[in-house]
Structures are given as C-alpha cells and as structure tokens.
C-alpha cells in the first residue's frame, strides 16, 4: 500500500455568500481542487455538511453536488458530526482510499447559514449539542461555551484578558488571507473591550458562523499524475475519537477527552509527538476552546494553553503556529467545511504555498476540528513530501 | 486480508414508538447486535439516519449513541443519504474495516419520524429531493413516485391492478413477522380499491413511514469468537452508486440507473450474476420503485418487474423471494434504518434463522436500497457460509 497524499485543493471566500447557492459554493471548492491536482477524476465524493437539512430544506447532498458538479453515478454521501462534520468527511476519504477500494476520493465541506442567520441558526447549531437535556433548556454551543470557559477561569485563575492571545494571533493573521472574513487585525484592548455574548464570552472571543466550500482531493502517491506541479503532502495519520456528548455528563468538562484520544492516536500512527509538529490548525471556536485544544494536543500543560498564546508561542514565529489564515474566529467558521479549510490550509503551509502567511520551513503539520463542544474530535497529521 | 462477516444482528420493532426516545431506539438493536455477535466490542460506529436533525432537533448522534451506549471514546459518525442512509453506513464500515485501521464495526440505521407525522415529515422526507427544483414547487417523495408511476404505466401499457404483486406478496409475508408494522394480509382486491394518496399511488402503494433501529456487528472472518453460535453470513460485494436528484434531470426516469450501475458493480464483485441471487431485499418504498428494483438489478426486462411479481416469482417460494419478511410496504419503512434493517433479514435467512419466514436454502442474498427517488443507490451481496 502506498501512501494516501493530498494532491488537489480548493476553498471559496468565507464570509455572507447571499447570492450564491449551497450546491455553487461546493462546485466552485470541488473545481479548484480538481484542476490543483492536475485533472485527477475523483471515484467518491464525501461531503462535509451539518447544517443543510434544518437551514437549506437539503439534504442527500451526496447525489445533489456529484450530479451538479458533473461527476453523475460515483460514490456519494455525506458526512455529519456536527463541527467536526468536514474533518470526518476527510477521514472517511481516507479510510475509502486506504480499503484500496476507492483509487480516489474528494472530500468537500460546504455549510450556509448566513441567509438564516439568528434563532434559526442557534437552534440548528443547537442541535449539535444533547437536545433533550442541553438543547431543550436553550442552551446553545456559544452559552456551553461560556459555562466551560467560567469554569476554566474559575479553576486555573485566570481573567478574560487573558485569552486575547488567541483572537489577536488569529486576526493578525487573517490580514493576508484573501479568503478570510474577517481581514482586521485587533487589539489586546479591543479585545477586553468587546461586547459580551455569552458571559465571559464576547464577541472578539467566539468565532462567527459564515458560508463557504473548501475541498481536498486525495488519492494514493502513485496515482499522481506525471508531471504534478506541487509537492504532495502525505496523510501520515487521521483519528476520529467520542466523548460524552452532554457537557455536564463528563468526567471533567475541562479536559476536551476526545481531542487528547484522537491526538494520542495521531501521533502514535505517525510515530511522532507533539514537539515534531511544526504548525497547527486547531479548533477556535471559541478562545477557552482552543486553549483547552493545545493542552488536549501536549503543547501546553494543563491549565496554561492560554499562557503558551499570551507569549507569543502560536504566531507564525512561534514554537507552534496556530491559526495561520485566520482560524475559525477570523478566517470564519463555516461549520461542516471548517475541517476541510483547516486540511487544505494546511496543505498550503506544507507545500509552501501559505504566501504571506507562510509558516517558514514547514514540515509536520496538525489539523483537529471538534464537534458538539468536542464530543467529537478528529486529528490529522500531514507530512510535507520531497 | 480476510473475508468480512456480518457476526451479530439486531432490529426494533418497526412502529409508532411513542414512549420511546432516538437514543433508546439505537441502544436497543445496538445491544442486540453486540449480544448476538458474542460480545465483540465495536472499534468504531457508523449510524445511518436522515431525518433527526429536522424532527428530533438532533444531530451529531455518532457521539450521543455512542455514548448513550456505554461505547464512549470510540469513533462514531452518522451518515446521510437520504432513504439510502441505511445502506450507505453499511457501506462505511464495510470500507472502514476493509482498510485494516479499524478492525469491527457496528452500524447501526436509526429513524423516529411518527411524533411528528403530517406536513412536517412530509417537508422533512422532500428534503432528500432536489430543493430548489422540486420540493420548493411542494413535490413530495410519493409524489414523485406518482408521477413516476404514471409514466410508467403509459410506456408499459399497464394498469394500476397489474402493480398489486408487490403488496400482497409483502403484507403475506409480514404476518409472521414479529417485528413488522403491518401483519395483515391484504387481497388484490383491497389492493385496487384502496384510497389514493397521489394518484395513482394508493394508500397499500406507498410504505408507512415508522420508527425503529437496526443494527449489524462486521469485523473480519478470524476475529470471530470461539464458539460463535451462528453460521457467519459473508459481505461478498458492496457499491454505492449516484444519479441526477431531480427526476426531471434524469436521462430515462424508468430506468433507476443508480441501482443499475451498482447492482452491476456488486456482481463483478462478487462474480455471479442476477441468476444465483437466492433473496432479495429489494426497496419498495412505492410499489413502481419495486418494478424498476427488479428491472434494474436485472431479475426482469424494462417495463416487465410488475409481471414478474404477479406471476408470484417474488413470493418465498418464487424464483426471486422479495419483501421476505413484509420489505419497506409492510415491516414499515423507518427512513435511515431502512438499509440497515435490509441487511438484518438478509443475514437471517442467509444463518437459515428466518423462522416461519425462511427462503428455503438460501445462499446468496442481496440487499438494495434506494435514496431520493433513487438517486443514491446502495447494493450489498451477502453469502452465507458453511
């Protein structure tokens, strides 16, 4: 079995798409991915979605952007798992390519919201989460959030300011992603200024929900085609792990168990740990979450993610770049597509293509998108090919 | 790499399940897989379902069956293809336990829809059509099959009488099925007689929409148990194929090319041919999606499926038993767990465990399921094994 390589990749605009239809948003990331890899004819489609069924009255979207996209009669599904729905997506892409079954597999995360955007949007996002014993109390995934992140000051001491490490880096990076949201660098004042949402969340601390399409394609180092014009990056592992889904029926709410298992699992099928990593797309929905993400992941210790961002560590300078085109907070969180943008910037950064946003010398990079507050969490590790 | 083997079985009632919540549901057959497996512990859970996120306000259920089921921290994703969703997590942990990564596989198919039975499931099941061009005009799944049909009967020169087969041969069978919605036999008579829901689909056309869970344990051959107490039942062929959603798009809208193209692909798999199938689970959501079924998968010629079955070839005792214990007319048709469900019958009578509904000898069976208008269509051929 050779090895499973990324070869084509493909991302719109994140941002309010009201001119566009969901099944356009997926053709235009598919297209691009397509053409980056050289014209590779793809077996399967899996589909990143969450959300299209309650806000699009669409689902079956598997058949819908395979006949649109003018693959009509391949293998089509897709893939949910609530914010992790892209990165799920991609693991099964995986798996279907590694049976030997499917020669190649392309994975697209597409997700529009903004046209419903208020209620209609928290309840469905609300859905991520357990409805009949979170959701039916109103509670939503920004408000679990806040109730997580209360905790996490409350047990580690710490304040609101000290987050702004996060949603500064995140911002400052977006600047030069012409594909982000949010392309305004903020300030460490700014932030603590920001109107609250969901107490102690504010605004600059949650990441906003926005329309996009962003599409890998994947298949095995021999298929590439003569005379492929990048350098392929390899999966070198992908990992898919559960935990409780209600918040309040976990062991520790302040752990994020699913994203330390998937991790552990990642880096034992690289053969690497967490100090080979050289850049890393994580979850920001929210800072609290990404800062429990990079003590999940072995890059700081408990308690102290916040502090390894406060110190500059997660700039592209740092020992560790997270965020490097935005993130969810400033890039936009276009929920089931958001594991696919993280693959495909990534990629990007492993290829040496990040432009302004590169990371220098890149070579092992790490991708985790949580799902339901992180009932769900899957991990891929990338690794840069000669 | 070893064979893969369905080891443990199990399935719900088929109904209107009041008292009983979506989580409950999948624990039950769940439970009864594992059980009946021996007790294998699943690595990884694929759920089939497609309807939750609309009517339960639920998504995400690969974590919360998971963990509802004492499975916490193992992989789990739910996956959507419309009526076909069933069949298609099959298909993912077929390919999941193929690649060698992940070694047993539980899929579990789950749907509750009669809590809210009337408009709201009737836009929620439209939902698996093409949005924009269909369902926002209001066609409805029957409906679609009504226009289907008609046309059918115009091309064929038959009439709405001839189509009776299907459900007879159904309802017979499900009167000795426990878990079936529907145990009364109906005559051809009633059949014509029956009140129309979209002409000129009647009411004993068109299978009930119900509630209910299924679930099959695979792994591969040598991680059987010592003493497994049931004749292994092997997954000797697996595809998934796509057509255009909207009917209107479709090259030949009698021709069901989706479950052409797959049923063609299972067979090479398998290296027989529509002559050595023994039973098949066919997807008669409509009785003309029946005839097409037959068509399709090469048991009848174009425009001949109704003839078939109402010269009884399709009866237990028939060239080709279909629906044999009541199929999606009369077991019910509970949505994502259809597939699932399909696959569970096929198992027992291939483990020769079907009772009073037992196809005599059967070795070879076949299960097709069939997703927007059978846009999506899932094929699996099983072999029982000494």
Redesign the interface.
């Known amino acids: 079995m050779t090895d499973i390589v990324i070869a084509g990749l493909g991302q719109t605009e994140v941002g309010e798409h009201w001119d566009v239809?969901l099944?356009e948003l997926a053709l235009w990331a598919l297209e691009d991915a397509v053409r980056d890899s050289g014209g590779i004819r793809p077996e399967a489609l899996y589909v990143g979605n969450?959300?299209a069924?309650?806000l699009?009255?669409?689902?079956?979207?598997?058949?819908?952007i395979?006949?649109f996209a003018g693959l009509?009669?391949?293998?089509?599904?897709?893939?949910?798992?609530?914010g992790a729905s892209g990165g799920?997506a991609l693991?099964?892409g995986y798996?279907?390519v590694?049976?030997?079954?499917?020669t190649s597999a392309l994975v697209v995360g597409v997700e529009k919201v903004t046209d419903k955007i208020g209620a209609g949007v928290s309840?469905?996002l609300?859905?991520?989460?357990?409805?009949?014993f979170e959701?039916a109390q109103g509670v939503t995934p920004t408000a679990l959030a806040g109730l997580i992140m209360r905790r996490y000051m409350h047990e580690h001491g710490v304040g609101l300011k000290d987050f702004a490490g996060f949603s500064v880096n995140a911002h400052a990076n977006a600047k030069t992603n012409s594909r982000a949201m949010y392309r305004n660098a903020i300030s460490p004042e700014a932030y603590v200024k920001a109107s609250m949402v969901a107490d102690p969340i504010n605004v600059f601390d949650t990441a906003p929900d926005a329309d996009g399409a962003a599409a890998v394609l994947i298949t095995t180092a021999d298929r590439l085609p003569e005379g492929f014009e990048h350098p392929p990056v390899r999966i070198a592992a992908?990992?898919?792990?559960?935990?409780?889904?209600a918040v309040h029926?976990r062991k520790d709410p302040l752990a994020l168990?699913?994203a330390r298992?998937s991790a552990q699992r990642a880096y034992a099928q690289a053969g690497i740990g967490p100090e080979d990593i050289d850049v890393f797309e994580l979850y920001d929905s929210h800072t609290v979450m990404a800062a429990m993400s990079l003590e999940a992941a072995g890059f700081a210790d408990r308690g102290r993610g916040w502090e390894f961002a406060r110190d500059g560590n997660t700039s592209r300078e740092g020992k560790i770049p997270v965020s490097t085109f935005g993130g969810l907070k400033a890039r936009g969180n276009p929920g089931g597509a958001t594991g696919v943008y993280q693959a495909v910037e990534i990629a990007l950064q492993l290829r040496g293509e990040g432009g302004a946003n590169q990371v220098p010398g890149a070579r092992w990079g790490m991708a985790q998108c949580l799902?339901?507050s992180g009932?769900?969490a899957v991990t891929h590790i990338f690794l840069a090919q000669e």
């Open positions: 239809s099944r969450m959300l069924g309650t699009s009255s669409q689902q079956h979207l598997g058949a819908l395979a006949d009509r009669g391949i293998e089509a599904v897709t893939i949910e798992a609530a799920a693991r099964q798996l279907a590694k049976s030997g079954i499917v309840a469905a609300a859905s991520s989460g357990d409805s009949d959701s992908s990992a898919l792990a559960t935990e409780a889904l029926d168990t699913a298992i799902g339901g009932a769900t």
